[in-house]
């Protein structure tokens, strides 16, 4: 019976996670600090024409999905620039359904674009959650320091329902190395026609074992271990997963800075 109290507990303290209103950040400030430490991230919620701008890069980044041909994207460094797929491994299977497109922001010469619409579609995106997650760190008890961010395009493919695959995550367990991470609410779609679907149940990400969804208007920031360093464990590293979802595509961005 402890345990099960227990479980509710927690899964009533996440139910709870922390959204501030973004007209509101500064007057937040002890509010963020208390839920980065209790849960590792905290949610902002009305930031000016977000969701048009998410919703902007999730049509250009489903119409390069459909790209028979990126090869001329998928440079060998690709996991500082550029698209990959299959590039990691689980108990030695290829993860073949997990794609990522990374650029570093601001935009540098050695940035690939398969198209200006997609590049600018995707700097819009990256330069608001960074816009925002600068924000929100500069009311955080760490030392100043100069902010730099590589984006990273996720392009969860849909998984058929009838592949056996071995591996339950599209990430698996762990902590960004960085400072921060900005991530927008996650978009799921047919992968066929483009509809999009909401969330399932079990998927998407989980933080601490236990599964958080981000509002639609909602982004979301993260703590990774420099940070948890620099606050002396004021702040905590997030751990966190991200479950698998059969038979629908999901879209998001991730900024590290």
């Known amino acids: 019976m402890k345990q099960f109290a227990l479980l509710v507990s927690i899964l ?32 902002v ?49 290829k993860d073949l359904y997990k794609g990522s497109f990374y650029a570093a922001y601001p935009d540098q010469p050695g940035n690939l674009w398969p198209s200006e619409e997609y590049r600018k579609g995707y700097l819009r995106l990256a330069g608001l959650i960074r816009q925002v997650g600068e924000q929100v760190l ?9 902010v730099k961010s590589i984006a990273r395009g996720l392009d969860y493919a849909a998984i058929p329902k009838s592949d056996h695959d071995p591996n339950p995550f599209w990430c698996g367990v762990h902590r960004d190395h960085g400072a921060w991470t900005g991530l927008a609410s996650s978009v799921y779609l047919d992968p066929e026609t483009g509809e999009r679907h909401p969330e399932p149940s079990t998927a998407g990400l989980h ?12 982004l979301a920031f993260q703590v990774g271990e420099v940070a948890q360093l620099l606050s002396d464990d004021q702040i905590l590293a997030t751990e966190h997963h991200v479950a698998k979802a059969y038979g629908l595509q999901r879209i998001t961005m991730a900024v590290f800075m």
């Open 12 to 43: 009533l303290a996440h139910s709870l996670a922390t959204i501030v209103e973004y007209d509101r950040l500064l007057e937040s400030k002890y509010v963020i600090v208390d839920s980065l430490h209790q849960y590792g991230y905290v949610m």
């Open 45 to 93: 919620r009305g930031v000016p024409d977000y969701q048009m701008i998410r919703d902007a890069y999730v049509a250009e980044a489903y119409a390069f999905s459909k790209v028979e041909d990126k090869s001329p994207f998928t440079p060998i460094d690709s996991n500082s620039r550029g698209w990959d797929r299959g590039i990691e491994t689980f108990n030695g299977y």
């Open 138 to 146: 500069g009311l955080l008890p760490l030392p100043s320091f100069e």
């Open 207 to 218: 933080v601490r074992g236990v599964k958080v969804t981000i509002p639609d208007d909602c």
